[in-house]
């Protein structure tokens, strides 16, 4: 197939879609229009039934917490790919590879940002109840904690804190106390991830009951994961970088 056929057959694919694109968009509702019952139910009943104020954790991780719970292992089997993928390519280890930040105030603002960020991390997931955020959220946040080390100090730092070694088993405990959680319930006699402590004052950190735990099983779960990813991405990045 020539060049001119490949463009052709792009081009009339390309309209093809863009057609079907607008197509869709012009059925679309006007902007803030919601016909929908589900979102002003949960939202209405979200406060007074689980003391939660904010409704999408009430989703996420009470009214269909077996379901979030697929959404953890898809990210659990994504590191795992990514894992497996890139290490196949690599031929000598990099965990030697000294790549260090030679500015003393980078060192040490950086280890100040890690820890501001690790704190953040740490409140986004904790006060998923309350205002937006969450588990997952804060999950990403916490990852990105670690990758501060790379950016502002140095890999071999990042390596030692984040090693495959201390990374990995990350994922698979927040993921297992997610699920232990449910088990939990199951031996109190209640269904899978139900409530199976007192949901406290509204407004309050401890509102929600067990949900705050399976909130923080999600966020270690997806920090581990990111974890993963971060690692891997930055070892293929030093091995290219340095003939490895």
Do not use: C, K
Not at 21 to 36: E, R
Not at 168 to 180: D, S
């Amino acid at each position: 197939m020539n060049r001119r056929t490949r463009i052709a057959l792009f081009a009339l694919s390309a309209a093809g879609v863009g057609a079907l694109l607008l197509w869709g968009l012009a059925g679309l509702p006007s902007f803030g229009d919601y016909a929908g019952p589900y979102g002003d139910l949960i939202a209405n009943l979200a406060p007074p039934q689980r003391h939660i104020a904010n409704a999408v954790t009430a989703v996420v991780f009470d009214y269909r917490g077996f379901d979030t719970m697929g959404e953890e292992l898809i990210l659990f089997g994504a590191a795992s790919a990514v894992a497996m993928l890139l290490r196949e390519t690599r031929e000598h280890d990099v965990a030697d590879i000294v790549d260090r930040v030679r500015s003393d105030a980078t060192n040490a603002i950086s280890l100040l940002a890690a820890l501001a960020v690790l704190t953040v991390g740490l409140d986004v997931v904790a006060h998923g109840l309350l205002t937006p955020g969450g588990g997952f959220q804060g999950g990403v946040v916490l990852a990105a904690a670690f990758l501060v080390l790379f950016l502002g100090v140095e890999f071999h730092v990042y390596n030692q804190v984040a090693a495959p070694t201390r990374g990995e088993p990350v994922e698979p405990f927040g993921a297992g106390g997610y699920i232990g959680l449910g088990l939990v319930s199951l031996g109190l006699g209640l269904s899978f991830l139900q409530n199976f402590m007192g949901i406290g004052t509204f407004g309050r950190l401890t509102s929600g009951g067990s949900v705050l735990l399976v909130s923080f099983s999600s966020g270690i779960a997806v920090a581990g994961g990111f974890m993963v990813i971060f690692n891997e991405f930055l070892q293929e990045n030093m091995a290219a970088r340095y003939g490895r």
